[in-house]
C-alpha cells in the first residue's frame, strides 16, 4: 500500500524526509505585530527573532485551515496520516480533523488518521518517523494506528528556555517572577503532560545545568533506550545542541541521537537559545 504523512510546520523534518515523496509539511502562520510569516522554507529564523526581541507584545500563530489539509489528503496514497501539534496548544488538530471530515464527504472514503501528538517540534518528529517505519515493514492501517498511538503516549518531550520574556509577554509569568528568575539565572525545565499541555518538570541555575536535569529526567523515563531515538531541536543555539548530543551518546544507550533546527512555530515556543529535547 502507499502512503503519506503530513506534518504540521511544528514539526521540524529533516532533509531527508523533506526530499522523501511521502512527506508533506503543511504550514502555520505567524505574526509579531504587524509582521506576517508563513512557517515554510521561506522562514527567516534571524530576522524572526529580531522581531520578537524588539516587540513588546507576543507573537501569534494561525493553524492550517481544513481546506489545507483537504488538499494535502487529496493525493494518491491509500493510506494517509496527520500528525499534528499538541490540540492543547493549537487548532491544527481540530482543522486536521475538519479536514478529513470534508475530504470525506466530498471524495469519498480513505483511510485516514490523524495523531494527536500531545507534542510539538522534534516530538511530532518522531512520531512521522515512527509511522514511516511501520509503513515501511507492511504493517495495516489499523496496526500502524495502534502501534503510534501507545508510541505518543509513551513519548516524553522536554524543554529549556535560556530567556523568560515570551512566558513573560504572554501573561504565564509576572514581571517581578521573570525578574527574579533572570536576576538569578534560573532557567525553568519545561514538559508535556499526558494531555498535551505545557507544565514546569524543574529548574536550574544556568542552561548547562538545566539541560543536564533535563537529560537525566529524560533518560531515566525512557523504556527500552536501545530502541528509541533520541531527538535534539534548538533555536539558534547549534553549539549547545552538539554539546547536548555529545552528553546523550555518552550514555550509550539510545539507538540514534540526531539535531535539527527549529522551524518557525518551535522557534516561537523555545525563544533565542531555547533547546527542545524528545525520545
Known amino acids: ?3 503519506k504523512i503530513i506534518v504540521d510546520s511544528c514539526g521540524e523534518l529533516p532533509e531527508k ?3 522523501d515523496r511521502h512527506f508533506e509539511s503543511v504550514p502555520l502562520e505567524i505574526f509579531v505585530d504587524e509582521y506576517h510569516i508563513t512557517d515554510d522554507e521561506s522562514f527567516d529564523q534571524a530576522e524572526f527573532l529580531r522581531r520578537v526581541r ?4 507576543c507573537p501569534k500563530s494561525t493553524c492550517p485551515s481544513p481546506e489545507r489539509y483537504l488538499e494535502a489528503y ?3 496514497a491509500d493510506h494517509v496520516y496527520a500528525v499534528t501539534l499538541s490540540a492543547q496548544l493549537s487548532g491544527s488538530c481540530n482543522s486536521a480533523q475538519l479536514g478529513r471530515k470534508l475530504y470525506l464527504e466530498e471524495k469519498g472514503e480513505k483511510q485516514i488518521h490523524i495523531f494527536n501528538s500531545k507534542s510539538a517540534s522534534v516530538g511530532q518528529t518522531l512520531i512521522a518517523m515512527k509511522i514511516q517505519e511501520y509503513e515501511e515493514e507492511g504493517l495495516a492501517f489499523e496496526e500502524i494506528v495502534s502501534k503510534v498511538e501507545l508510541f505518543i503516549e509513551e513519548m516524553n518531550t522536554s524543554f529549556v528556555l535560556e530567556t523568560l520574556e515570551t512566558l513573560r509577554k504572554n501573561g504565564r509569568l509576572s514581571n517581578m517572577k521573570a525578574f527574579v528568575a533572570s536576576a538569578l539565572n534560573i532557567k525553568p525545565v519545561m514538559g508535556a503532560t499526558p494531555e498535551g499541555t505545557i507544565c514546569q518538570l524543574s529548574q536550574a ?3 548547562v545545568r538545566a539541560i543536564d536535569k533535563m537529560i537525566t529526567d529524560l533518560v531515566e523515563k525512557t523504556r527500552n533506550p536501545q530502541d528509541k531515538i533520541f531527538a535534539i531541536s534548538h533555536c539558534n ?7 547536548a548530543a555529545e552528553k546523550v551518546r555518552k550514555t550509550g544507550k539510545f539507538k540514534e541521537v540526531f539535531i535539527l533546527d527549529t522551524a518557525g512555530i ?7 537559545g531555547g533547546i527542545i529535547m524528545a525520545v
Open 74 to 76: 487529496d493525493c494518491s
Open 54 to 57: 524588539e516587540s513588546p507584545n
Open 205 to 207: 541555575r544556568g542552561m
Open 266 to 272: 518551535s522557534s516561537m515556543y523555545a525563544s533565542d
Open 17 to 19: 524526509l523533506k526530499k
Open 237 to 243: 543555539a547549534p553549539k549547545r545542541a552538539k554539546e
Open 1 to 3: 500500500m502507499s502512503y
